[in-house]
């Protein structure tokens, strides 16, 4: 086994830091080249401490220390000493006194946006995870709670604008141009949520009643000029604060709360105390800007950072082993708060779509890790699928165990227990297991094993006793994870999980069966919550007049691989009747699944264009689906999922065995087409009745209405014919928002056709000013299917509209196309393997994160053909043997090699 893996650190490794921290002050004045960083620590030591004389060791990086003082004491040689990031205190320490440090930092060139950084309109901050080590000295860990001070000195012209976390409490001019502001917060809190601003920036303001009655002044900066993409935001924070007081309880505890929008930003946004930062990304929207997605995200995300005031601020974590205490729970939250907004179904089926694309093949990978990983290289790559999706779908299921009412009791009892303190995992359990009365000891293997578990189910029905029983088997194998940490003699103990299987029996003309059984007295409901916890587990139902189609997993109740034997006519059965709108889809997608199968198989034994493999009856059950959306009760967002064959990279994975990509990609391709053509009328009348003609709002409904109508101009397109293309054009020329003409885009970009090189330019040439539409034109030209894809994708990284440094950019033009563009990144001459390899080499020097992020498209690279896996070798080889390679990088390649 290789050892290039760099060093990882152990969760039972995990000991209370030797001294605490009640206050932080601090000063930052940001001048022309640098800031300089004065930090006052009133510290004291830690009477938790497991050695009552440990050193005082802070942290930091890239950070020139100048002077340090001991209770005003300036500290000579031989009193501290600084060895790589860290800086030791050699002088005797009383019991409690105040540290003073200053140091030099250098923002402007800071291209890792950890810290304090540079960006167009000025100086911003992102400290999570590490990222205050690389402003002062400290004990950057989140179980030290303080309270801050900053005061922030920069010009007044350029940057008019000076945030903190919490209140105002002061702010004046100062000679030479400068201004001043000091902020305060009056809640402790860990380093990682600490942030400042100092920029030039417009200001959209609102209030905010709370239930109690206190008025919450609201927020939103962005980029001057920008003020007329803000009000959604804003709209979206104000439904945030009322959702957590219904339905949780939980109200704004501050005066201020802000969100800073910046266009240089590794993630999404960052919940940071009263002082949110944000990527524009999730900010800014206006019709003809921003699609009905973008719109629909920024109500998340908004809703995701204002729900971690209390999951996750209020509450924090002990360490970074316990990201998803507060990352899962507050996905979930913001799930359930999408649930309510917008249609259920759709934002399930969506969620579902995630976890797969993303976290079923991060399971199956070399990074696998559980919800709580046991041990890390680099705790910034864990911000994963597996510890957002996976941990939501954790929490997710504790809620359909114990019900709504107790998990609710639940949540009342974590905050009373653990308000304004730093926690694990098992504290949250805990009050879920108290509050609820349910033993949740098994279930907490979710928090310690890794892998998607596979649940076998068979149904068999005995006439004559009218008996339908189901036996379940759950399967869950060792990933690389537990193999790592075998061999590295940390075994993690494995064992059956404790899962909700949600079902329904449906008859042969699609009703719903009453369920009792074996043993109880009278059938509670058509809908049961099964409480699997065996191996393997049979559950009987009785009085069941003939064979039931059963109706599995409604909702997706556990976060598993379902295997059963369905029919396609028993699919066929679930997907015009099952009354859970997840199961109907799903029916479909196995169907398309199934059949796709088939056709891969016949195109690798050369067969795939006689289309044989197509069932006939297929493109009926595809009519039948597309007609429901018009009939009473029918919903043309649920059918525009419906309509989506299942993604390429969804059926990678769902392959047993080598993966053939160009087959894969030919077998949906050719399905498409068989469908556009079977379908050609059904599909235009349904593209021309679904016209919106009221004003663009992104509601449910319409913003439905034109996800089917685009699923059906996707379609048409594929006939490409002059009356297809035609259409699309028109589309384009006319739509008014920017959903509309996305999809239009989308259409013609596939094709290497003049009409697309045409839309590209005058697209580009109107929204060259606004960044983020300059993101679409990127991306929907990375994820093309169009032959010259990667020449097109090599050649834009030298346009002026790309800019390597800006993460929005290097994610629409990179990222995207190793990661959602499988034909091209796994071309068989290997240009797709070095393109990613050229590109994470180039991003590792600037900024390590977003280059671990681009690495992670390698992870599947033991899934291909032997040509392929020495093709994607070689470049993994070639990013590792790099000198000064980052950790974050270092570990990904590492543990991709070693698999
Ligand atoms: N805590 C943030 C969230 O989920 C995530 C985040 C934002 C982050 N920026 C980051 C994590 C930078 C790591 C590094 O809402
Ligand atoms: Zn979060």
């Not at 809190?189 to 905010?208: C, G, I």
């Not at 047993?656 to 160009?662: A, K, L, Q, Y």
């Not at 590209?760 to 894809?789: G, I, N, Y």
Request: glycine share 6%.
């Amino acid at each position: 086994m290789r050892t290039d893996t760099p060093q990882a650190i152990y969760l039972k490794d995990y000991t209370p830091p030797a001294f605490l921290i009640e206050t932080v002050d601090l000063d930052v004045a940001i001048e022309t080249g640098h800031a300089t960083v004065t930090a006052a620590l009133a510290c004291h030591r830690n009477p938790a401490a497991a050695d009552p004389s440990a050193a005082l060791v802070l942290t930091g990086e890239e950070l020139k220390l100048e002077t340090i003082r001991l209770d005003g004491r300036l500290l000579g040689q031989g009193e501290y000493a600084l060895c790589d990031d860290r800086l030791l205190i050699h002088a005797e320490l009383p019991e409690s006194f105040t540290l003073t440090t200053v140091s030099t930092i250098n923002p402007d060139g800071n291209t890792q946006l950890s810290g304090l950084y540079r960006s167009k309109d000025g100086y911003f901050t992102q400290c999570e995870a590490e990222g205050f080590r690389r402003i002062t000295w400290f004990l950057d860990r989140p179980d030290v709670m303080a309270k801050y001070t900053v005061t922030i000195h920069a010009d007044k012209a350029q940057f008019p604008v000076l945030l903190g976390n919490g209140n105002p409490v002061g702010a004046g001019d100062e000679e030479g141009g400068r201004h001043w502001a000091k902020w305060e917060d009056p809640f402790r809190k860990p380093s990682y949520l600490f942030a400042m601003v100092a920029a030039k920036l417009d200001m959209l303001e609102d209030w905010f009643v709370t239930k109690s009655g206190r008025k919450v002044r609201c927020a939103v900066y962005v980029e001057p000029g920008k003020l007329d993409q803000c009000g959604h935001a804003m709209a979206a924070l104000k439904k945030s604060m009322k959702w957590d007081e219904d339905v949780f309880g939980l109200e704004m505890d501050l005066d201020h709360y802000m969100i800073v929008a910046v266009g240089d930003f590794n993630m999404g946004a960052m919940e940071n105390k009263g002082l949110n930062i944000f990527n524009t990304k999730y900010v800014l929207a206006r019709p003809d800007t921003a699609t009905d997605i973008d719109f629909q995200n920024i109500d998340r995300v908004v809703a995701h950072e204002y729900f971690h005031n209390w999951t996750g601020n209020r509450v924090t974590c002990r360490d970074w082993f316990q990201l998803s205490l507060k990352e899962g729970l507050t996905v979930f939250r913001d799930q359930q708060f999408g649930m309510d907004m917008h249609s259920a179904g759709v934002t399930r089926i969506q969620e579902v779509r995630t976890l797969r694309t993303a976290q079923f093949p991060e399971d199956a990978g070399p990074m696998a890790h559980p919800i709580r990983p046991a041990s890390y290289a680099e705790i910034n790559n864990f911000y994963s699928a597996t510890v957002y999706e996976k941990g939501a779908e954790v929490i997710r299921m504790i809620h359909t165990l114990i019900g709504k009412d107790a998990f609710r009791k639940g949540m009342d009892l974590y905050f009373a227990r653990h308000d304004g303190q730093a926690v694990t995992c098992e504290d949250f359990v805990a009050a879920m297991q108290d509050a609820s009365g349910l033993d949740l000891t098994q279930f907490k293997r979710w928090y310690n094993q890794a892998g998607t578990p596979k649940l076998v189910v068979r149904g068999a029905y005995d006439a004559a006793t009218k008996r339908f029983t189901l036996d379940v088997e759950q399967l869950y194998p060792a990933t690389a994870y537990e193999k790592r940490l075998e061999a590295e003699g940390k075994p993690v103990a494995r064992g059956a999980y404790h899962l909700p299987l949600v079902l329904g029996l449906l008859d042969a003309d699609g009703r719903e069966l009453p369920l009792r059984l074996a043993g109880e007295t009278s059938a509670a409901g058509t809908q049961r919550v099964l409480s699997v916890t065996e191996d393997r587990q049979s559950f009987v139902f009785e009085d069941i007049a003939a064979a039931p189609v059963p109706s599995l997993l409604r909702g997706f109740s556990a976060p598993v691989v379902l295997d059963y034997p369905y029919t396609a006519a028993e699919l066929t059965h679930l997907m015009a009747h099952d009354s859970d709108a997840f199961c109907r889809w799903e029916a479909g997608q196995r169907l398309a699944t199934d059949i796709l199968t088939a056709g891969i198989a016949a195109y690798q034994a050369g067969d795939g264009d006689s289309l044989a493999w197509i069932p006939t009856t297929y493109a009926d059950a595809i009519r039948a689906l597309l007609g429901s959306a018009f009939a009473p009760g029918g919903d043309p967002a649920l059918v525009a999922e419906a309509l989506a064959l299942p993604s390429e990279v969804v059926l990678i994975e769902a392959t047993d065995g080598t993966v053939d990509p160009d087959a894969i990609h030919a077998a949906r391709l050719a399905l498409r087409r068989h469908l556009a053509r079977e379908l050609k009328g059904p599909l235009a009348a349904a593209y021309h009745e679904l016209k919106v003609d009221a004003p663009y709002s992104p509601e449910a409904q319409q913003a439905g209405a034109r996800a089917l109508r685009n699923a059906c101009l996707g379609y048409l397109a594929e006939i490409d014919d002059a009356e297809s293309r035609a259409l699309v054009m028109t589309q384009f020329d006319t739509a008014d928002n920017m959903t509309d003409t996305m999809a239009a885009l989308a259409a013609i970009a596939q094709f290497e056709l003049a009409e697309r090189d045409d839309a590209l330019a005058r697209f580009l040439d109107k929204w060259k000013d606004e960044a983020l539409v300059v993101d679409k034109w990127l991306m929907v030209q990375s994820t093309a299917r169009a032959a010259d894809t990667g020449q097109r994708v090599r050649a834009l990284l030298q346009h002026p509209a790309f800019d390597i440094k800006n993460p929005n950019k290097v994610y629409a033009l990179i990222r995207a196309f190793c990661a959602a563009n499988p034909k091209h990144f796994h071309a068989a001459d290997g240009s797709g393997y070095a393109f990613a390899a050229d590109a994470i080499l180039q991003l590792d020097a600037m900024n390590p994160q977003v280059a671990s992020r681009i690495a992670r498209a390698f992870d599947r690279w033991r899934k291909f053909d032997t040509h392929r896996q020495s093709l994607a070798r070689v470049q993994l080889a070639r990013i590792q043997s790099q000198n000064g390679l980052s950790r974050d990088v270092a570990e990904v390649v590492g543990k991709a090699l070693d698999s």
